[in-house]
């Protein structure tokens, strides 16, 4: 039986590898689509969420098999309910892709309007948040999960910055409001994928050590 238990707890780590290569896979066309306004590429991430509900929903079902079936204790039960957690916000994660997706589609509708903060380095900070959380899954390594957490206030920052530069804009200049709000929407779902990347850093965390991380400390 222990087994047989050990068999499936590593096809759950592999469906979970997998699902995560497909996120941020994702992630990236989003942001490639976003930064050179290409519809196609823009289109081809909205499609392609069907095949990762789906990886989501598969990997649930067999964490919750594993866990009746086996009934696992200690490391095992933290591992699979890690997983829960994670799968979850890996899903999540390739929402906000397809919500940055359609966002750029809005914006090549519009009249060529120029973003009034960075959006480049904001992508780039929390694609690297979205890697590092991921690679320290794989390595099983704490050290670098909690890097992951610690960039998570750079990318609040940078949100609070972008709303700030997004209203002054709308004031200097209210006949592009709609492209604005759209760089906004935008500036809020990467802030959202930095969170849910702190998420499964603080997952690995509790996974490798049993601590259980939130913003503002440790809890036994």
């Known amino acids: 039986m222990a087994v047989l238990m050990?068999?499936?707890?590593?096809?759950?780590?592999?469906q979970l590898l997998a699902l995560s290569a497909e996120v941020e896979g994702r992630v990236k066309q989003a942001v490639q689509a976003l930064l050179i306004g290409d519809r196609a590429?823009?289109?081809?991430?909205?499609r392609g969420d069907a095949l990762i509900d789906?990886?989501?929903?598969?990997?649930?079902?067999?964490?919750?098999?594993?866990?009746?079936l086996h009934q696992p204790v200690a490391?095992?039960?933290r591992f699979i309910v890690s997983i829960l957690k994670i799968n979850n916000d890996l899903e999540r994660?390739?929402?906000f892709a397809v919500n940055?997706?359609?966002?750029?589609?809005?914006?090549s509708g519009q009249i060529k309007i120029v973003c009034p903060y960075d959006i480049s380095a904001m992508a780039e900070t929390v694609e690297r948040m979205l890697k590092m959380a991921l690679d320290s899954l794989v390595d099983k390594n704490t050290a670098l999960a909690r890097?992951?957490?610690?960039?998570?206030?750079?990318?609040?920052?940078?949100?609070k910055e972008n709303f700030a530069k997004i209203k002054?804009?709308?004031?200097?200049?209210?006949t592009y409001l709609d492209g604005l709000v759209y760089y906004l929407s935008i500036s809020r779902y990467f802030e959202r994928m930095g969170d849910l990347a702190t998420n499964i850093a603080e997952d690995v965390v509790y996974q490798v050590d049993g601590e259980i991380i939130r913003h503002g400390g440790i809890q036994s």
């Open 6 to 14: 050990q068999q499936e707890l590593n096809q759950l780590k592999r």
């Open 41 to 46: 590429l823009a289109e081809t991430v909205k």
């Open 54 to 68: 789906n990886m989501e929903i598969e990997l649930e079902e067999e964490c919750l098999k594993v866990l009746a």
């Open 75 to 77: 490391t095992d039960l």
């Open 93 to 95: 994660v390739a929402d």
């Open 100 to 107: 940055i997706a359609e966002r750029a589609i809005d914006l």
């Open 147 to 159: 890097e992951t957490i610690d960039l998570d206030d750079e990318v609040d920052d940078m949100h």
């Open 168 to 174: 002054e804009a709308i004031r200097a200049d209210p």
